[in-house]
């Protein structure tokens, strides 16, 4: 990938977060990262916004000379613009490498709050977004992609991968897969007969849509797992000892058919490792 790694600041504790996570990923990348500060401000007609936009402006260039100093080596940039947030954001996505956004966490709920900027720009950019989770450390646990069969995301899988080697981690490999339409009226010899087929073929296929990726990637060690289930409810759970979760996205063409898939939606919203969304057509 080219581009910077570009993430978006607004002096909070999640884009702390999120920005001292995007120095270490352009670290490892060797790329630039650029802070990306959107302020559709100042409107002269309002008491205290020059006052206002000039601590945003002085906030953003002390956080950059901050990851000057944390990430020795990168080049650190930083940017204001006076747009709408997500607009700013889809505008840079389309140059970046990778696109990093804070979340902040609800406390005792172990639930994350993404805010409509966020998942507006989830929903569209053009390249793979990275939510961070204020306050979490970075575990040492593998990367985990969860690998949809019907859908192929040969994107999706180049990410996986290539985080896995940044990082000298494991990668673990997950599908999600549920027996056919009908099978619940089916004697339960039937269908445990059934099952084993499908799994069998499941398992096949995983094989085959990996072999490929393990040539180019030997130094990786990759696991797989065939988990019967609901994939939102699967991968969250496969998340909770993960460094990163991997999630493909489709990337329409068509501007109104955007959207978070429900697997991405509840990842999101529930996983607390930082969650990349991969677009891939």
Do not use: N
């Not at 001292?20 to 409107?43: C, D, I, N, T, Y």
């Not at 140059?95 to 902040?104: E, I, K, P, Y």
């Amino acid at each position: 990938m080219t581009g910077p790694v570009v993430v978006g600041f607004d002096g909070s504790p999640e884009s702390l977060t999120a920005t001292e996570w995007a120095a270490r990923e352009a670290h490892r990348r060797g790329l630039p990262v650029e802070l990306l500060q959107a302020w559709p401000w100042p409107k002269h007609d309002v008491v205290g916004s020059d006052q206002s936009y000039q601590r945003a402006l002085a906030r953003l260039a002390e956080r950059e000379a901050e990851l000057g100093a944390l990430a020795p080596g990168v080049a650190v940039s930083s940017s204001s613009v006076t747009t709408d947030a997500a607009e700013a954001l889809e505008e840079a996505a389309r140059r970046a490498a990778v696109l990093v956004l804070g979340s902040r966490g609800l406390g005792t709920l172990r639930g994350f709050l993404v805010g409509s900027v966020s998942q507006e720009v989830l929903r569209r950019a053009d390249c793979p977004v990275v939510l961070v989770r204020a306050g979490e450390e970075e575990s040492s646990g593998p990367v985990t992609v969860g690998l949809d069969l019907a859908r192929p995301a040969e994107p999706v899988l180049a990410f996986a991968f290539e985080a896995a080697v940044l990082r000298s981690a494991p990668l673990r490999v997950v599908h999600v897969w549920a027996p056919p339409a009908g099978t619940e009226h089916m004697s339960y010899g039937a269908i445990g007969g059934l099952e084993g087929e499908v799994s069998a073929g499941e398992r096949a296929d995983l094989a085959e849509a990996l072999e490929s990726w393990r040539a180019r990637h030997p130094e990786v060690a990759v696991t797989t797992d065939l988990v019967r289930g609901k994939p939102a409810v699967e991968l969250v759970t496969a998340a909770a000892t993960a460094r990163l979760l991997v999630l493909g996205r489709r990337h329409h063409r068509m501007p109104r058919r955007h959207h978070l898939g429900p697997v991405a939606h509840a990842a999101i919203h529930h996983v607390h490792c930082p969650v990349a969304v991969v677009p891939y057509d």
